[in-house]
């Protein structure tokens, strides 16, 4: 059985006002995705022209893995 999808509202709380999921620490050395953000290497060459909705489900996908923001990492709407 799936869980539940996520609202806007739960991904929104836990990405905070971060537009990206990058935490400046890009690391796909054999792998295929990022070490750091867990992001394909598509996935972040195509993040500024994805829908709203394509990045929500990336964003959910990511928040169920666990991915929390990284201290230290300059966010300018902090």
């Known amino acids: ?20 999921p990058c ?5 796909t050395f054999y ?5 750091a ?3 394909t290497t598509q996935e972040k060459a195509t993040w500024v022209r994805l829908s ?3 990045k929500d489900q990336i964003w959910e996908r990511l ?3 666990g991915w ?3 201290v230290g990492i300059h966010d300018p709407k902090a």
Do not use: F
């Open 1 to 20: 059985m799936s869980e539940p999808k996520l609202s806007r509202a739960e991904i929104d709380a836990t990405r905070g006002t971060r537009n990206t």
């Open 63 to 65: 928040i169920r893995r």
């Open 31 to 35: 792998a295929e995705e990022c070490y």
């Open 37 to 39: 953000c867990g992001r």
């Open 52 to 54: 709203p909705d394509e």
């Open 23 to 27: 935490v400046g620490s890009c690391n």
């Open 68 to 70: 929390q923001p990284r």
